[in-house]
């Protein structure tokens, strides 16, 4: 009876151990790195699938889907139209972030100097050197300005981060577009690089009258000196989750192709200017189609619960009108090689 | 019998290894190369946006940032070569040298975060500020120490590195000084020399070649050094004549740019196009260091 018992008990370990060693890789864009890595020690005991993620950088993860060397790759900038259709790939959002922008002023508080696009494209541009320029003077009335010059910090390595933040001054700044343009690595006409958001942040409060760009979940968690920004309708806003979550709602997500939504610099009184949506690429023609399903299961799990992990990091969840027309889309798009749906 | 054939194989698989990767190397960077011909070597452009790209910035930091870091490292290795063959007790010669050679031993990104955390705020917080308001008006000077603190840059990159070649330059300078016969020493010091004559006199002239290979090496290290050097850099693809200003190397911005590059395009063929500049750079630099400690270190 008890060696039956014994049985019956290594039987049933023996399942469950099988039933968690559902593995599933993916690889990509670091900035939702802490999310995924949550989501997936979440959804390990919840759902039974054990998320392999490394974020090696979208552009590195757009290549190891291309090469179909993971289940799923991730990026921050959406992939080209014509390599997801190249690739037989489908691609659909998992969160949206905000990028802000951090200085390091004596005597300046958070969310004391206010800045205009504009004048952030020419600082960055290095035509405004010192921070009691006349056009920073005349932003900020009551802020003393001191006479500093002022050290733009930037990324170094290609980023998801820079690709949000060039998109946004190309959006303001019709001279950035043409002399820079937006892309995940851009020829910076002034200022130093680092490396990650550490390295920006790091270097900002290292130099003195230092301005640099950050996600917003590092720049909260680090208690940095951020600024406000003028959004789209002219009123100027603070880094908050409800200026996020305002730009987010305005998004015209029914009209974006592979659901690439525009995010940057939306209207809306409250919208903060820079917002953006994180993507995930995944084959529709899958060799191996349980794991393209467990990965497919993975996400739906986190659309259904991983929106309050997503907000505690400052993340900023998809509407459910989105998720709802992603999960069709999954049904749809992604057949196995019986030509049925694997989802 | 097999044992030879497994030498002679393993011997010969170095080679194949060496030469497949330059030939790999010079294959991706053929798009590069024929993209923009022999302008790549001298253009300062690095817009991945546009998609044009050149190689003169990494190319001259990489040069720069080595030479700097020389400068500063031989007169020090030198000192420690000297003092741990002529002046020390001879008890605290070895505790010493295995000092020296545990130096190098640390990893390269131990440098780099301490170049980071520690010497980058330093060098951001006093010695840049008051350089540059101290040189401010005195023509040449005031533009080789210009612009804004940041902390990184040429010259913080430069100071890494010397610390980093010091130990290889020190080690092996030491070691050439001991190959010099003492009864050469000894008879200098018979006819009343003091030992800073001797060193002038007899060490350097018979080590001068050596030493000059010990360099090499040193100087080998510093131009393909990646991580130390990508923390303190400042990472910016213009050349600016101050030595606070921010740079690049070649090693750094392959390091950098890599993860962002899509298969298939311009930026990674020009990525490896740098990897073969430095390669081939490397390759002189080590080739001619080896041919100058040859004669030494065979005695």
Known sequence: ?343 | MIFAAAARFAGAFVLILLGAIIVLLFLGGLGAFSRFGPIFLVSAAWDPVKEVFGAAVPIYGTVVTSILALIMAVPIAFGIAFYLTELAPVWLRRPVGTAVELLAAVPSIIYGMWGFFVIAPVMAEYIQPFFIDSFEGIPILEDLFAGPPFGTGILTASLILAVMVIPFIAATMRDVFETVPPVYKESAYGVGCTTWEVMRSIVIPYTRVSVVGGIMLGLGRALGETMAVTFVIGNTNRITTSLFGPGNTIASIVALEFPESPAGSLKLSSLLALGFILFVISFIVLAISRLLLRPRLKT
Do not use: C
């Not at chain 1, 002034?190 to 290292?206: C, E, L, R, S």
């Not at chain 1, 979940?217 to 208690?223: P, R, S």
């Open chain 1, 1 to 343: 009876m008890r060696i039956v018992g014994m049985a019956v008990a290594i039987g049933l370990a023996v399942v469950a151990s099988g039933a968690s060693a559902q593995q599933i890789t993916g690889a990509g864009a670091t900035f939702p790195a802490p999310v995924y890595t949550k989501w997936g020690e979440a959804a390990k005991a919840a759902a039974g699938i054990e998320l392999n993620y490394q974020a090696i950088g979208s552009g590195g993860g757009q290549n190891q889907i291309l090469n179909r060397t993971v289940d799923f790759g991730a990026s921050d900038a959406p992939m080209d139209p014509a390599k997801l259709t190249e690739g037989k790939l489908l691609q659909f959002p998992t969160v949206m972030g905000a990028v802000v922008v951090i200085v390091n002023l004596p005597d300046i508080k958070a969310n004391e100097i206010k800045l205009t696009g504009e004048v952030l494209a020419d600082i960055f541009a290095g035509t405004i050197t010192k921070w009691n320029d006349p056009k920073l003077v005349a932003l900020n009335p009551g802020v003393k300005l001191p006479s500093l010059a002022i050290a733009p910090v930037h990324r170094a390595d290609g980023s998801g981060t820079t690709f949000v933040f060039t998109s946004y001054l190309s959006a303001v700044s019709p001279d950035w577009k043409s002399k820079v343009g937006a892309s995940t690595s851009v020829n910076w006409p002034a200022g130093a690089g680092a490396k990650g958001n550490d390295g920006v942040a790091a270097t900002t409060h290292n130099t003195r009258g230092g301005i640099g760009y950050v996600e917003n979940a590092y720049a909260t968690q680090n208690k940095l000196v951020t600024t406000q920004l003028r959004n789209k309708a002219g009123q100027f806003v603070e880094p908050t989750m409800a200026a996020f979550s305002a730009a987010a709602a305005s998004g015209d997500w029914a009209n974006a192709k592979n659901y690439a939504v525009n995010l940057i610099d939306q209207p809306g009184d409250k919208s903060w200017p820079i917002v953006s949506a994180t993507f995930i690429e995944l084959p529709k023609d899958p060799k191996d189609p349980a794991r393209s399903a467990a990965v497919m299961k993975f996400f739906d799990w986190a659309y259904g619960n991983g929106d309050s992990i997503a907000s505690g990091l400052e993340y900023i969840p998809l509407p459910a009108p989105v998720k709802a027309a992603v999960r069709s889309v999954w049904h749809a798009e992604i057949k196995g090689p019986d030509g049925k749906p694997v989802m």
